[in-house]
Nanobody
Framework: QVQLVESGGGLVQPGGSLRLSCAAS????????MGWYRQAPGKERELVAR???????NYAESVKGRFTISRDNAKNTVYLQMNTLKPEDTAVYYC???????????????WGQGTQVTVSS
């Protein structure tokens, strides 16, 4: 069993910053990738940022230069530093991790429960 627990969402004014955290726990053999997705009302869930085991990252075009994803391998935790937030960043943010629970497993996708980020004056 694997769990992802997110924290750090909230209400912030335009131009402000927030930092999201997501900690993975449970039967983890290897974490292949961790990332953040978001879903705004009436829209599809979209990738925000992702970091793979080797450290490579990729970002949605809309957040490049404003958001930074990082990972603490010792803590099985991924962070999303969000700066210069805009109203259009308002969404529920979901942590995602591709995790192998044994040496024989290629891995499965796991999701957090989601955390609300609201950017408004």
């Amino acid at each position: 069993q694997v769990q992802l627990v997110e924290s750090g969402g909230g209400l912030v004014q335009p131009g402000g910053s927030l930092r999201l955290s997501c900690a993975a726990s449970g039967s983890i053999f290897r974490i292949n990738a961790m990332g953040w997705y978001r879903q705004a009302p009436g829209k599809e869930r979209e990738l925000v940022a992702r970091i793979i085991s080797g450290g490579s990252t990729n970002y949605a075009e809309s957040v490049k230069g404003r958001f930074t994803i990082s990972r603490d391998n010792a803590k099985n935790t991924v962070y999303l530093q969000m700066n210069t937030l805009k109203p259009e960043d308002t969404a529920v943010y979901y942590c995602n991790a591709h995790i192998a629970i044994s040496a024989r497993s290629g891995g499965f996708d796991y999701w957090g429960q989601g955390t609300q980020v609201t950017v408004s004056s």
